[in-house]
């Protein structure tokens, strides 16, 4: 262990933590708006938008990540679209992702016992407000341990946009390791970087769990 | 108060409402039975649109009550919107009490006014411990749905129902669902409100209800109302007879 080499790429990791977090956070917000459509499109009485939604679903649920990043990266341009390394990273995560955003979205919607939505519209809740009132928090507590999982999922195969030339974490610590060719020293930190950011996930998760206790009902 | 004319309703083929009539006054205890499949719920989820007719007029409270339908048979949203008043008006007590388990009991109560009314929280919370009280339950205000009884969770449905203050009250089937040794607490609430004045329309297989009780009986069956009056006439009937006599078997 050369204590040198991880003060001197330490920077370097930092600065691709930071793009790390923002291209997973971006993604997943983009993911979460897209996967909650996507789940409102198959639940639709429409046989063409349901349709969409399903061939959508089955199409990127079954691609690897990889795949996508190198489509939207290196065979766009020739289609006349030109993507940045950062923008084609988010397009291809938030495509890959929010098709398991949606199962875990529409489970949730699914969950909610019909009784309880028929009690919140007799009492002449208008149907934004039956989303708002009833629907979300029990779909919220329903879908949050599925959902901060898939968080974790992404944020570890973030790892993979460095292979078109994204900044992040790996990017840093592949540069930093053919630089050094000490391990240790830069993918191990790298890792340990990866487990720190993974675990903030989780304890938010475990945090949240703790305030939004279930209530079953009899 | 309430006033249905010529109302249809069709599932698919199933035509499980034809051409119901109903008038009910204010202060009016109406209760209707018959046997399953009747129509009998169909017809009182019409009143607050819960199920949209395919046809026919409402007026409740001398107001009518204008519903169009999309191609799935479903209220437009705009109407959905529009309905939102009437529905506050009515308040619903259901088989299943449904209430909203993530609430507290008192939460469940205030929720109604909060949401709906704009009542303010301190306001809401003093009305909602006031009815909670007036049905024994104050003591469990803070519990929540899933650790009271059946027995217990239609009587706080009951209060949800009334915190909203509604000119008329539709039970549908509310004891249906309980075990027999509870259905006497929630029944006794329901005999203080009809005696209390409050308009009432009990969808109910407790022919003992019907008959001391309400005010008017109204006996359906095959989507028609057969029969109907004072429970003293209706139970006369040999139709009636023989429906009743075959329930307490």
């Known amino acids: 262990m050369n204590p040198d080499i991880v003060t001197q790429y330490l920077p370097y990791f930092a600065q691709g933590a930071l793009v790390t977090i923002r291209i997973v956070f971006t993604s997943i917000i983009l993911a979460t708006i897209l996967g ?183 | 108060m309430i006033e249905v004319t010529g109302l249809n309703k069709s599932y698919g083929t199933t035509h499980v409402l034809k051409d119901v009539d109903l008038t009910v006054a204010r202060g009016e205890v109406v209760t209707i039975i018959g046997p399953s499949g009747a129509g009998k719920s169909s017809l009182l989820r019409c009143l607050n649109l819960l199920e949209v007719p395919d046809s026919g007029t409402l007026s409740i409270d001398g107001r009518d009550i204008v519903y169009t339908t999309n191609r799935h048979g479903r209220l437009t949203l705009r109407n959905q919107f529009a309905l939102t008043k009437l529905r506050s008006d009515v308040g619903m007590v259901f088989q299943g009490f449904n209430l909203w388990p993530q609430h507290t009991v008192i939460k469940n109560v205030m929720e109604g006014p909060m949401v709906v009314k704009g009542v303010s929280r301190d306001d809401a919370k003093k009305r909602a411990i006031e009815i909670l009280d007036s049905v024994g339950l104050a003591d469990k205000s803070n519990a929540y749905p899933g650790d009271l009884s059946g027995g217990q969770q239609q009587r706080v449905a009951i209060c949800r129902a009334l915190a909203m203050d509604p000119t008329v009250l539709l039970f549908d089937e509310p004891t249906s669902a309980l075990d027999p040794e509870l259905v006497g607490e929630v029944l006794d609430i329901m005999t203080a409100l009809a005696t209390g004045g409050t308009t009432m329309i009990v969808v109910t297989h407790e022919m003992k209800f019907a008959r001391e009780v309400s005010d008017r009986v109204v006996f359906m069956e095959a989507g028609r109302i057969v029969e109907q009056g004072p429970p003293s006439e209706v139970f006369e009937k040999e139709r009636i007879k023989a429906f009743a006599s075959g329930l307490s078997h």
């Not at chain 1, 990043?69 to 679209?81: D, S, T, V």
């Not at chain 1, 940045?84 to 969950?111: C, K, Q």
């Not at chain 1, 208008?126 to 999922?153: D, E, F, G, H, S």
């Open chain 1, 36 to 218: 909650y459509l996507v789940a409102l499109m198959r639940r639709s009485r429409n046989k063409l938008v349901s349709g969409i939604a399903a061939t959508y679903v089955w199409v990127f649920r079954g691609l690897p990540l990889l795949l996508s990043l190198f489509f939207f990266y290196y065979a766009l341009p020739q289609f006349g679209i030109q993507f940045d390394a950062f923008t084609a990273g988010v397009v291809a995560m938030t495509l890959n992702s929010a098709p398991f955003f949606s199962e875990i979205i529409r489970a949730g919607l699914n969950a909610v016992p019909k009784g309880q939505l028929e009690a919140a519209t007799a009492i002449g809740m208008n149907p934004v407000q039956v989303a708002l009132r009833v629907t979300l928090p029990q779909t919220v507590r329903l879908m949050l341990p599925p959902y901060i999982n898939n968080c974790v999922i992404m944020l570890k195969e973030s790892a993979q946009v460095a292979v078109i030339t994204v900044p992040d974490l790996m990017f840093q610590a592949q540069r930093a390791y053919n630089a050094t060719f000490s391990p240790l020293e830069t993918l191990g930190i790298a890792g340990i970087f990866y487990l720190a950011l993974t675990s903030i996930v989780m304890t938010i998760q475990v945090v949240v769990e703790r305030r939004l206790r279930v209530h079953p009902i009899r």
